[in-house]
């Protein structure tokens, strides 16, 4: 078994995960935020977590997707490592109005990846007196309910695009910031990039996998398809238990137990980051705090 572990270890470094990839639009430009979520780490002391997220559109679809995975799209292949802060802060690939009228998600939680879709709901935004400028774009203020939190944001009518980062669109121009009224979510604009570039939607990945036999094999690996709902209710049931920040598997079946192996990958750091067929295990978990209530 060390052996398998060793050989998976160097693999991973080189490996990219391959997938069912479809264009469904080229957007004319990429905007990057930076998302902050304030929380505290397993002995209780507050941290602010933090990364990056784009955000394309085109024909009326929006993708708001991990930064990293961006990147990687544009270089070609993804590695294990690119998506550990997605999964530590449970930010999913995020595409709205795609199919028409619905938001479908994408996010990894060991040791599964899901998809999970959803009506789209308008966001009923009240415009507010407030102006501000965000990356020396001129914003106005706006105020919405949405999913059982309310955020407040600034837009600018620069940029006529009426969407924003992860769910959050449906104003007059680009959303150039946006936090929650508790001030534990944060997104805010921090670039934007004038560039085409494809709208990818994967409808499943394959990894490079030992078979048992001291060889490798090639395993599709396909998302669990559920209703945004249910998966929301289960991540509160799993990550919101106080067990999630002292053993972030303790609801699931030891890797090695349950499929033999376990990847290793390192991350720009340095870090050791340990996943199955490409769905990373959190190694510094942190208190839960969902985007949404309901």
Same mark, same amino acid.
Not at 86 to 111: D, V, W
Not at 250 to 270: H, L, Q, R, W
Not at 276 to 284: D, K, L, S, Y
């Given at each position: 078994?060390?052996?398998?572990?060793?050989?998976?270890?160097?693999?991973?470094?080189?490996?990219?995960?391959?997938?069912?990839?479809?264009? !469904?639009?080229?957007?004319?430009?990429?905007?990057?935020?930076?998302?902050?979520?304030?929380?505290?780490?397993?002995?209780?002391?507050?941290? /602010?977590?933090?990364?990056? !997220?784009?955000?394309?559109?085109? +024909?009326?679809?929006?993708? *708001?997707?991990?930064?990293?995975?961006?990147?990687?799209?544009?270089?070609?292949?993804?590695?294990?490592?690119?998506?550990?802060?997605?999964?530590?802060?449970?930010?999913?690939?995020?595409? /709205?109005?795609?199919?028409?009228?619905?938001?479908?998600?994408?996010?990894?939680?060991?040791?599964?990846?899901?998809?999970?879709?959803?009506?789209?709901?308008?966001?009923?935004?009240? %415009? /507010?007196?407030?102006?501000?400028?965000?990356?020396? &774009?001129?914003?106005? #203020?706006?105020?919405?309910?949405?999913?059982?939190?309310?955020?407040?944001?600034?837009?600018?009518?620069?940029?006529?695009?009426?969407?924003?980062?992860?769910?959050?669109?449906?104003?007059?121009?680009?959303?150039?910031?946006?936090?929650?009224?508790?001030?534990?979510?944060?997104?805010?604009?921090?670039?934007?990039?004038? $560039?085409?570039? =494809?709208?990818?939607?994967?409808?499943?990945?394959?990894? !490079?996998?030992?078979?048992?036999?001291?060889?490798?094999?090639?395993?599709?690996?396909?998302?669990?398809?559920?209703?945004? *709902?249910?998966?929301?209710?289960?991540?509160?049931?799993? %990550?919101?238990?106080?067990? &999630?920040?002292?053993?972030?598997? &303790?609801?699931? =079946?030891?890797?090695?137990?349950?499929?033999?192996?376990? $990847?290793? *990958?390192?991350?720009?750091?340095?870090?050791?980051? #340990? #996943?199955?067929? +490409?769905?990373?295990?959190?190694?510094?978990?942190?208190?839960?705090?969902?985007? $949404? %209530?309901?």
């Amino acid at each position: 078994m060390k052996k398998i572990l060793m050989t998976m270890t160097a693999l991973a470094l080189t490996i990219a995960a391959q997938a069912q990839r479809d264009t !469904i639009g080229v957007s004319k430009f990429t905007a990057i935020y930076r998302y902050e979520c304030k929380t505290a780490d397993a002995d209780g002391q507050p941290v /602010t977590d933090s990364m990056y !997220i784009a955000v394309q559109t085109s +024909g009326g679809i929006t993708k *708001s997707f991990p930064y990293d995975e961006y990147d990687r799209q544009k270089k070609g292949g993804s590695r294990i490592a690119d998506g550990y802060m997605a999964a530590q802060m449970h930010m999913g690939t995020i595409f /709205t109005n795609y199919p028409e009228g619905k938001i479908t998600t994408q996010e990894m939680l060991y040791p599964y990846r899901y998809m999970t879709d959803e009506a789209l709901e308008k966001q009923n935004w009240t %415009l /507010t007196d407030g102006q501000d400028s965000v990356c020396g &774009y001129a914003c106005q #203020s706006a105020t919405a309910k949405y999913h059982g939190m309310t955020w407040n944001v600034l837009y600018t009518e620069e940029v006529p695009a009426s969407i924003g980062p992860w769910k959050l669109g449906g104003l007059p121009g680009l959303i150039t910031k946006a936090t929650d009224a508790k001030g534990v979510h944060a997104f805010t604009l921090y670039g934007l990039l004038k $560039e085409e570039q =494809p709208i990818v939607f994967t409808e499943y990945v394959t990894w !490079i996998v030992p078979d048992g036999h001291g060889k490798f094999a090639s395993q599709r690996v396909d998302y669990q398809k559920m209703k945004a *709902s249910t998966f929301l209710a289960y991540k509160k049931k799993v %990550l919101g238990n106080s067990r &999630y920040v002292k053993n972030p598997t &303790y609801y699931a =079946p030891d890797p090695m137990t349950a499929f033999g192996y376990v $990847e290793n *990958s390192f991350n720009p750091a340095g870090d050791n980051i #340990s #996943s199955v067929a +490409g769905v990373v295990i959190v190694a510094n978990p942190r208190q839960y705090k969902p985007l $949404e %209530l309901k």
